[in-house]
């Protein structure tokens, strides 16, 4: 990414860069995956080689690992780091309740485990990812390769007596061929458009053989921070009950993407 940032591109950075702040020294912070995650672990990275911030890395994602690695955090497992301080990850949707639809990156399997093994979850994200109701995004889930068509008719099957709008659902393909997530597996997309009651619909799918996990995220994340493309952002805290408003000044040179190609 090179040149001047599209607004989007400009919150994503400060919601990143301002949850960055949450992170201290000796702490295990789990690191999402996707295009605002990618921002905060730049930004740590920077931190790490600049500030002299010292922490371990538990990334989400091959993806996240390569870049955590090549920006100098001292990366680790989920099973050397047992539990963690913190999770920071971005989401495609956030309700008022904090519940999330995440995994439009596929990574939605080892965020759900990482931020579920975390003290607190916080998310980042660009204003335009706060919906009243979940659905709008398509809902992914991640099912194994053996019978997934079956699984997608089962899933399908079930949807008719959820609180839900939509019922399709869709195979994701990398190109002409399925995604595979880290773990070997693919990605169905829910085209769900409204979802009445995510928490129902979360258990449900889980029971499903076939289906390893879903992107709902409910009672998981604990805060979210927000960024506008004019350098504001928005802290909520659900546990708190609060919500901090702050600014940031955004520089050409925070463009920590310049050096990369798009
Ligand atoms: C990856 C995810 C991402 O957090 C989600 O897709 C948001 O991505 P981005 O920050 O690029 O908008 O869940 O599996």
Redesign the pocket.
């Known amino acids: 990414m090179s040149g001047e940032l599209s607004p989007i591109d400009k919150a994503?950075f400060v919601a990143a860069k301002r949850a960055a702040d949450y992170v201290e020294d000796g702490m295990r912070v789990g690191l999402?995956?996707?295009?605002?995650?990618a921002w905060l672990v730049r930004c740590l990275g920077e931190q790490v080689r600049e500030g002299g911030l010292r922490f371990k890395g538990v990334p989400t994602s091959t993806r996240t690992a390569d870049l955590a690695r090549e920006v100098g955090i001292d990366v680790i497992s989920l099973d050397e780091a047992k539990w963690l301080d913190l999770t920071i990850?971005?989401?495609?949707e956030f309700d008022g309740s904090l519940n999330l639809i995440?995994?439009?990156?596929?990574?939605?399997l080892q965020?759900k485990i990482v931020a579920t093994a975390s003290d607190q979850m916080v998310v980042i994200a660009d204003i335009g990812k706060e919906v009243e109701h979940l659905g709008a995004f398509p809902l992914p889930i991640e099912v194994i390769p053996f019978g997934w068509q079956t699984t997608q008719a089962l899933v399908e099957e079930t949807l008719v007596s959820m609180d839900v709008l939509g019922r399709q659902s869709t195979l994701r393909m990398n190109g002409s061929r399925p995604f595979v997530t880290d773990e070997g597996n693919h990605i169905l997309d829910l085209h769900l458009q409204r979802i009445g009651n995510p928490r129902q619909l979360s258990l449900v799918i889980n029971q499903m053989p076939g289906v390893v996990e879903n992107g709902l995220f409910i009672d998981i994340c604990d805060a979210v921070v927000i960024g506008y493309g004019d350098g504001r952002v928005e802290l909520r805290d659900i546990n708190e009950g609060t919500v901090e408003q702050d600014r940031l000044d955004f520089l050409e040179s925070d463009n920590l993407f310049t050096d990369l190609a798009d």
């Open positions: 994503k999402g995956t996707g295009s605002t995650a990850d971005g989401a495609d995440k995994g439009g990156g596929g990574a939605l965020e």
